[in-house]
């Protein structure tokens, strides 16, 4: 009868354990699928932390250039920064925020802007800036919001009628840190460039006969022909510049808004009136 006894608790002892043997390994994978849940969980939330961010301060803070006509220029009078990127900005604010006046533009050049948005004092560039796979490797890019093409701004009357005109004699005029630089010194080698902090100085050394021609891309030559009619922009564009919105790597949710702002714009017709107002014609379709 003891005998039996103990055979009876011994098997009660053998259930309970094996009982809490399944237990443990229930309760093991409710901590693997929360760790799992809880990774996703902490993604989404990465994602949307930019967002989240602009959202908390209230505005957008945005780099773009104070001395590129047409596209961002400073009125020294007013104070003012007006152009195609600056428009754009502002429906990107309108976008997020709901307002486009909140929003706080900073100056950026060619060479400060993607330090300026990776140490986190802007939240995105509009500057002119030319999607490359150079730059994919530090900055996000926006879909293409303009398409440019390089070429070249001279006197009028000067024997540099294009690129063909270009020599290694040539001394060409450029701003510090566009891939302009890069470009002419491929399409010429052996070329002399003098590089400028930005396009204004660029121009001004060429009008004081510093240089034979400044490279950049076609539209911003266009903003600054206009603002003298004794230089022109000539010959055919000899580079393919497609203009995009440069954010922090992995801000994802920052692209999907930018991307969402400028679908939106081509949508209802508002992407062509800005074009229209600071170029001066239609896109091409």
Known sequence: MNKLKSFKWLS?????????????????????????SGGNAAGEAADSAAIAKIKERGKLLVGVKYDTRLFGLKDPASGKVEGFDIDISKAIAKHILGDENAIELKEVTSKTRIPMLNNGEIDMVVATM?????????VDFSDVYFQAGQSL????????????????????????GATSIKNIKEKVPGVTVLEFDNYQDAFAALKAGQGDALTTDDAILYGMASQDDGYEVVGKPFTDEPYGIAVQKGNTDVVKAINDTLAELKANGEYDAIYTKWIGKAPAK
């Open 12 to 36: 009660v002892l053998i259930v309970a354990a094996l009982f809490v043997i399944a237990g443990c390994g229930n309760n093991n994978n409710a901590g693997n699928n929360t760790a799992a």
């Open 153 to 176: 701004l001279v006197k009028k009357g000067s024997p540099i009628t294009g690129l063909e005109s270009v020599t290694k004699d040539t001394k060409i005029l450029g701003s510090k």
């Open 130 to 138: 030319t999607i490359t796979e150079e730059r994919k490797k530090e």
